[in-house]
């Protein structure tokens, strides 16, 4: 079953806007990854926060992570038309060492 | 450098015919993994080998799924008898290795659709 759950399944903003996408989950984890899934690049690791990390930032994108809630936000700001695209949170097992559990996404729509 | 490959791209298939799946993984990574995504879908776990090591098949569906690896190379994806619930994107990736941080590399996938 899946682990993560990403919330809303899909969002609409303008460009320019912040978007915001958030994941929750249910077992202890090692890590938490966001990708981006579009038709022209497949499928790209965004960026990956540790377990006892609470906040990363990678260029335009700020994840956060709340253990105690299992929970992650991924914020991209001033967005952009090439930010369209589907976003998803994997976890990785605090069990496991390969094992990437899947949420079904949120699906980014940025408007002209 | 390259990337990961698959090939197909696209595969059009008749029920209860037999399919493979190509990956080529970036050279030198040791892990590999395969997964099944489903239209708006997360990605399943399938299978993943690791150099030499038994391969963790924990996420085949069923026994008409199996997936060889010869040596840190070229992977394949056999779905026997396909039905038409097997149609999916299937996605392959690799790792340099495993461990908390490995980051995974994708391939551009395999749409496979059972008619």
């Known amino acids: 079953s899946q682990q993560g759950e990403e919330d809303p399944q899909a969002l609409s903003i303008q460009e320019g806007e912040n978007a915001t996408m958030n994941c929750s989950y249910k077992t202890s984890i090692n890590n938490l990854q966001w990708y981006r899934q579009n038709s022209g690049r497949g499928l790209v690791h965004l960026i990956l926060i540790r377990s006892n990390e609470r906040e990363k930032h990678s260029g335009r994108l700020r994840v956060t992570l709340d253990t105690s809630k299992k929970s992650s936000s991924l914020l991209i700001t001033a967005s952009r038309a090439a930010d369209t695209a589907s976003y998803f949170c994997?976890?990785?097992?605090?069990?496991?060492?390969?094992?990437?559990?899947w949420g079904a996404g949120t699906k980014l729509i940025i408007k002209p | 450098g390259a990337g990961v490959s698959q090939s197909p791209s696209n595969k059009v298939t008749e029920k209860g015919k037999d399919v493979e799946l190509r990956c080529d993984p970036i050279s030198g990574h040791t892990a590999l993994y395969w997964y099944r995504q489903r239209l708006g879908q997360g990605l399943e776990f399938l299978i993943y080998?690791?150099?030499?090591?038994?391969?963790?098949k924990s996420g085949l569906p069923s026994d008409r799924f199996s997936a060889e690896r010869t040596g840190e190379s070229v992977s394949t994806l056999t779905i026997q008898r396909t039905q038409q619930e097997d149609s999916a994107v299937y996605l392959c990736?690799?790792?340099?290795?495993?461990?908390?941080?490995?980051?995974?590399?994708f391939g551009p996938g395999t749409r496979l659709l059972v008619l």
């Open positions: 990736a690799s790792s340099l290795g495993v461990g908390v941080q490995e980051t995974q590399y």
């Open positions: 080998f690791q150099g030499n090591s038994a391969p963790d």
């Open positions: 994997a976890t990785k097992r605090e069990d496991s060492n390969y094992q990437l559990i």
